[in-house]
């Protein structure tokens, strides 16, 4: 599958985006998909992640403020962001992950990223 993120830019803090990522087939067969990020000089951190089941993790910064959601028939997952904050600047990127039937991860993939800045 190939992941492209967008909706990425600047916005001053407090303020609002939401990224996308269109996968360019069905996303009803992958497992895990995601939004992780990269600020400079720090490790790839997971953002938030849902499941082919519907189950939702956030990363305790994203509590509240963040929402991730899919839509399955037009293959896209989405990452709204609210009251955002400097140290949300980083590059996001879009992640898939595909498992065999016993729940075994069979492969990975990763957009190229879209950056979000947060400052004034």
């Known amino acids: 599958v190939q992941l492209a993120e967008s909706g990425g830019g600047l916005v001053q803090p407090g303020g609002s985006l939401r990224l996308s990522c269109s996968a360019s087939?069905?996303?009803?067969?992958?497992?895990?998909l995601g939004w992780f990020r990269q600020a400079p000089g720090k490790e790839r951190e997971l953002v938030a992640t849902i499941t082919k089941n519907g189950e939702i993790k956030y990363e305790d910064s994203a509590k509240g403020r963040f929402t991730i959601s899919r839509d399955s028939a037009k293959n896209m997952v989405y990452l709204q962001m609210l009251s955002l904050k400097p140290d949300d600047t980083a590059v996001y990127y879009c992640?898939?992950?595909?498992?065999?039937?016993?729940?075994?991860?069979?492969?990975?993939?990763w957009g190229q990223g879209t950056q979000v800045t947060v400052s004034t």
């Open positions: 087939e069905s996303i009803l067969s992958i497992a895990v």
């Open positions: 992640h898939a992950e595909y498992h065999n039937d016993y729940g075994a991860p069979l492969a990975v993939y």
